[in-house]
């Protein structure tokens, strides 16, 4: 059973910055995507970003609303995928999952709160 823990999250002031994680129980390479998600209250869970596999070359998908802003990594030595946020603004608040997909079954992590002050 693949298990995905995330963190890093928290209160920050707009225009700070915080870096989530989120860790595999298992090695990241099985996976043919991870990705962040988030869920401000009242509103769909909604792609943050993404890195899909693709041979030797990772693809990388961002919301509009955070290009230039976030940035999606991972290390698969220590089986983690990052989302590096800066210049957080008060709409970035919401609960952010980590999603793993393989072609039969997505997973995801049990969410970490995002919340950006004014």
């Known amino acids: 059973q693949v298990q995905l823990v995330e963190s890093g999250g928290g209160l920050v002031q707009a225009g700070e910055s915080l870096r989530l994680s989120c860790v595999a129980s298992?090695?990241?390479?099985?996976?043919?995507?991870m990705g962040w998600y988030r869920q401000a209250p009242g509103k769909q869970r909604e792609l943050v970003a993404r890195?899909?596999?693709?041979?030797?070359?990772?693809?990388?998908n961002y919301a509009d609303s955070v290009k230039g802003r976030f940035t999606i990594s991972r290390d698969s030595a220590k089986n983690t995928v990052f989302l590096q946020m800066n210049s957080l603004k008060p709409e970035d608040t919401g609960v952010y999952y980590c999603?793993?997909?393989?072609?039969?079954?997505?997973?995801w992590g049990q969410g970490t709160q995002v919340t950006v002050s004014s």
């Open positions: 999603q793993a997909r393989r072609p039969s079954q997505d997973y």
């Open positions: 298992g090695s990241i390479a099985m996976f043919n995507a």
């Open positions: 890195i899909t596999s693709g041979g030797r070359a990772n693809y990388l």
